[in-house]
T-cell receptor, first 117, second 113 residues
Framework: AQKVTQAQTEISVVEKEDVTLDCVYE???????LFWYKQPPSGELVFLIR??????QNEISGRYSWNFQKSTSSFNFTITASQVVDSAVYFC??????????????FGDGTTLTVKP | AAGVIQSPRHLIKEKRETATLKCYPI?????VYWYQQGPGQDPQFLIS???????DKGSIPDRFSAQQFSDYHSELNMSSLELGDSALYFC????????????FGEGSRLTVL
């Protein structure tokens, strides 16, 4: 069984602060994908990043960065110099690579980030 | 670039009525997924199709059925609607099951009164 835990239900920061969203996962698959999605108040799910399990290289994209630690089953997401437009619900998700699991992503409960001006 | 198209975007139904949601995947994507997201909940996997055949099934009620047609579009049919079916329904598509990322549509919001 797969499980994704986002322990932080809500986070509130002031604009320009850095913020890290935690994600811990459980899976029996040896190969898998991890994702982060952003869901703004308008409701759509916006893909942010995909990381496969055999690539532990951290990634930076503008103000966003991701820290994948396979040893601790964590895939944390950091927003640097947060902006009001970053306010959204952020979901971490896990997907296996076997035919029975592929695409059947398991989502965490989400972290609601509020960035105040 | 073309994205996943879902229709209708909003739908209001009465209890015990039937609703049909449509999804048009990104061209050349071979897999379609349906997810249900209740208010304040995370998306829950319902069902998926690979090359027009059901490939996996999640927590989909027996009152719901889905299929993928020859043009790869998919429809989610929901009968005997209940208040608890009120949710945002997402369709997603991918290419090469398991190897590609999921591309989500903007969702169809169903309200059951």
């Amino acid at each position: 069984a797969q499980k994704v835990t986002q322990a932080q239900t809500e986070i509130s920061v002031v604009e320009k602060e850095d913020v890290t969203l935690d994600c811990v996962y459980e899976t029996r698959d040896t190969t898998y994908y991890l994702f982060w999605y952003k869901q703004p108040p308008s409701g759509e799910l916006v893909f942010l990043i995909r990381r496969n399990s055999f690539d532990e290289q951290n990634e930076i994209s503008g103000r966003y960065s991701w820290n994948f630690q396979k040893s601790t089953s964590s895939f944390n997401f950091t927003i640097t110099a947060s902006q009001v437009v970053d306010s959204a619900v952020y979901f971490c998700a896990l997907s296996g690579l076997s035919n029975t699991n592929a695409g059947k992503s398991t989502f965490g409960d989400g972290t609601t980030l509020t960035v105040k001006p | 670039a073309a994205g996943v198209i879902q229709s209708p975007r909003h739908l209001i139904k009465e209890k015990r009525e039937t609703a049909t949601l449509k999804c048009y995947p990104i061209p050349r994507h071979d897999t379609v997924y349906w997810y249900q997201q209740g208010p304040g909940q995370d998306p829950q996997f319902l069902i998926s199709f690979y090359e027009k055949m059901q490939s996996d099934k999640g927590s989909i009620p027996d009152r719901f059925s889905a299929q993928q047609f020859s043009d790869y579009h998919s429809e989610l049919n929901m009968s005997s609607l209940e208040l608890g079916d009120s949710a945002l329904y997402f369709c997603a598509s991918s290419f090469l099951t398991g190897a590609g990322e999921l591309f989500f549509g903007e969702g169809s919001r169903l309200t059951v009164l």
